[in-house]
């Protein structure tokens, strides 16, 4: 398996708050939205891949290569959004491009004047006084630039307008067409999950506690309505959730479920595909 991430045992400690410890990988040619709640630890684990932060324990290694011993190079090749530039906000949004720019010997100053009018903006503008929205296209903008192998978003379209986010969308699913490049996704919108990325991985108090294949959701999970719940299928592996009025079952193997169930003989009245709002909802809520 050719991995672009690949993270082992990290650890980050806080007063109130503890990532990890976390294993996760990303494939090449793979886009993963990683979904949690607010505080769940999302924007830590951009943080320390880019080793802004450092982390407390476990090893990094992007495209093969451990960040700490080749930071600049490896930089090279990953475009990021998470509001990395605040700090700039005396800049206009043209000089803030000329500071980008400068660390990116692949950068394309034709495609961000193309960007620049795809998504409606004037460079001139400080960009300490731009609208969120604006800023977020901005910086989505410096990260697509210099032809990188691999995105890092942090909420890359949050308080960006309707068109907008459909543009990025199409801009993303554009960048993974060769598939040579790949994606890492923070996001509460679900429509970008759905377009965008082929696997999901669920964060919760800093806690990876699920990573499964988008497609598992319409093909396995389900509500299944009973005649009956017996005290065998709540020790089921692949029981998460039991209901008794009326007998329900939520799963995450339909098939397995259903064998199971003609074993018991127990009859099924109604089915129902998890939508994948609810999927993670409930994922979240069983480790609340």
Request: hydrophobic fraction near 35%.
């Amino acid at each position: 398996m050719n991995n672009v991430i690949d993270v082992v045992g990290l650890m980050k400690h806080y007063k109130k708050f503890t990532l990890g410890p976390i294993d996760f990988q990303v494939e090449k040619g793979t886009a993963v939205a990683l979904v949690g709640t607010n505080g769940s630890g999302k924007s830590t684990v951009f943080r320390l891949l880019l080793n802004i932060l450092q982390s407390d324990e476990g090893s990094i290694q992007l495209f093969g290569e451990n960040m700490v011993e080749k930071e600049t190079e490896l930089k090279q090749k990953i475009g990021y959004v998470g509001d990395l530039y605040e700090q700039f906000g005396h800049f206009t949004i043209k000089e803030l491009k000329s500071l980008v720019s400068y660390w990116y010997p692949s950068w394309d100053d034709e495609r961000y004047s193309y960007l620049l009018k795809r998504y409606n903006i004037d460079d001139s503008e400080k960009f300490g006084k731009s609208s969120k929205g604006t800023k977020k296209k901005a910086e989505f903008i410096f990260s697509l630039c210099h032809d990188p192998k691999l995105l890092l978003l942090d909420e890359p379209s949050a308080g960006v307008d309707i068109v907008s986010q459909r543009k990025m969308k199409e801009d993303l699913m554009s960048f993974m067409e060769d598939g040579e490049r790949s994606i890492l996704l923070a996001t509460h919108i679900v429509d970008e999950i759905k377009q965008v990325c082929d696997y999901i991985a669920v964060l919760e108090k800093g806690k990876l506690l699920y990573s499964f294949d988008k497609d598992e959701v319409y093909e396995k999970w389900a509500r299944v309505w009973v005649v009956n719940v017996t005290d065998t299928l709540l020790e089921h592996p692949n029981v998460l959730m039991v209901g008794r009025t009326p007998p329900q079952i939520v799963t995450n193997n339909l098939p397995t479920l259903e064998n199971e169930l003609n074993s018991l003989d127990i009859a099924i009245t109604h089915t129902q595909r998890l939508t994948l709002e609810e999927v993670i909802e409930h994922l979240q809520q069983t480790h609340a």
